[in-house]
Nanobody, 113 residues
Framework: QVQLVESGGGLVQAGGSLRLTCTAS????????MAWYRQAPGKQREFVAR???????MYADSVKGRFTISRHNALSTVYLQMNSLKPEDTAVYYC???????WGQGTQVTVSS
């Protein structure tokens, strides 16, 4: 069974930074595009960023230029560096391997104004 463990969230002031980490197990990690999603209270889960197996990245317009996704295949880990955080970035953040409907517990990010 694939398992995903997200960490690194917290409370930060607007303009601050956080680095999220997601570690996968029971997954041939290097074979999968990995993505970050987020879900704010009362809203649907939305795409944030993804990195494919060739390290090609893609971002939602709302985070472009502020967030950076990266991966470390040997550690089965994907990262999300979040800079210049805004209150509207407040959400629970999840990682997900493309094509697998399995989700971790997520990590809460709260940005105060």
């Amino acid at each position: 069974q694939v398992q995903l463990v997200e960490s690194g969230g917290g409370l930060v002031q607007a303009g601050g930074s956080l680095r999220l980490t997601c570690t996968a197990s029971n997954l041939i990690f290097s074979s999968y595009t990995m993505a970050w999603y987020r879900q704010a209270p009362g809203k649907q889960r939305e795409f944030v960023a993804r990195v494919n197996t060739y390290d090609i990245t893609m971002y939602a317009d709302s985070v472009k230029g502020r967030f950076t996704i990266s991966r470390h295949n040997a550690l089965s880990t994907v990262y999300l560096q979040m800079n210049s955080l805004k209150p509207e970035d407040t959400a629970v953040y999840y990682c997900n391997p493309s094509g697998i409907d399995i989700w971790g517990q997520g990590t809460q990010v709260t940005v105060s104004s």
